[in-house]
Each structure stands twice: as C-alpha cells, then as structure tokens.
C-alpha cells in the first residue's frame, strides 16, 4: 500500500465516521452527515475517484455500504481491494 492510498483511505474512513455518526448535536454535524450519507448512496464520481485513490472497488465499497457491512473500522477493506 502506498502513502497516497493510505492518505485516501483516511479521506474514506472519514466520510464513513461521519455518515455513521450517532446523534449529532450540532448543524454543522448533522449537515456532514447527511452529506456523507448522500456522497455513499449516490456513488458520484468523486466517489469513485476517492476509491480508486485509496486502492480500492468503488462498486464493492458502495455495495458494502448499501448492504450495512461497510464499518468506521473499516472492516470492509479485506473484500473490496482492487488486487
């Protein structure tokens, strides 16, 4: 794995804390929740891009999230690696 992959995978762990996030008390933290929530469900191509960028499936990680095994632990990863 390189270090712009495991920069990417950051950027994705990110996105799945805030689409997971549990109760979110402000504006600004309900916002990026459902900004991440949609950003997961839509699979846009900057989705895809980030991805990519981090080494792995885009169709797998959507597939994941939609079927509710994608994690904040990223316990999805061993299944959607590109190779």
């Known amino acids: ?3 712009e992959q495991i920069l990417w995978q950051a950027v994705l762990g990110l996105a799945v804390a805030d689409a997971m996030m549990e109760d ?13 929530r949609r950003w997961f469900d ?3 191509s900057n989705f895809r891009m980030v991805c990519e960028l981090s080494g792995l499936n885009p169709d797998a990680v959507s597939e994941a999230w939609r079927s509710g095994s ?3 632990a990223g316990a ?3 299944r959607v690696v590109h190779k």
Do not use: I, Q
């Open 24 to 36: 979110p008390k402000s504006f600004k933290s309900v916002d990026a929740k459902k900004s991440a």
């Open 70 to 72: 994608l994690s904040r």
């Open 1 to 3: 794995m390189t270090p």
């Open 42 to 44: 839509f699979a846009d």
């Open 76 to 78: 999805f990863r061993e």
